[in-house]
């Protein structure tokens, strides 16, 4: 095993220590938050069944990863502003498109807020765009029905 992976190992053993003396700091007679102590020592003893992990493959199994600590690129929101619905159907269409352009589209575009769209997986993010560009047809079709002239807007009894 490399020298680097064996301090890795030791981190999570060394975090379980602490772990071990921040208890009695937090509750009991100093910290008087019972709770928090109680937590402390929940996650000390889980911690405790992994002492074998690196920090690594603790994060890993917690779900995180390191490549989460890198910000995506992002995209210039004005990059899509004035595509044209069609032209947004194709990026929709094109597996190359990236989360990160998706969310460029869905912000310039439909003027949504990405909050909540951060979260989404690419497909469901994907079909969220495509009921966005259904909605801005309905409506692109609701105001040439309103501004035509009448008797042009079609069959009314």
Do not use: W
């Amino acid at each position: 095993m490399a020298i680097q992976e064996q301090s890795r190992r030791h981190l999570v053993a060394e975090l379980c220590d602490l772990l071990a003396k921040v208890e009695p700091l937090v509750g009991g007679p100093l910290g008087r938050n019972e709770e928090l102590a109680a937590f402390v020592n929940e996650i000390r003893r889980a911690l405790g069944r992994m002492r074998h992990l690196s920090s690594q493959e603790l994060l890993t199994l917690l779900g995180q990863t390191t490549a989460r600590a890198h910000k995506p690129v992002q995209e210039d929101p004005s990059k899509y502003a004035h595509t044209s619905l069609d032209g947004v159907d194709a990026l929709l269409e094109d597996a190359r498109t990236t989360r990160s352009e998706l969310l460029a589209i869905a912000s310039s575009k439909f003027g949504a807020t990405i909050g909540t769209l951060k979260r989404l997986g690419r497909d469901a993010l994907v079909e969220r765009l495509r009921g966005m560009v259904r909605n801005e047809r309905s409506h692109d079709a609701i105001e040439r029905l309103a501004s035509s002239e009448p008797g042009k807007a079609g069959p009314t009894g």
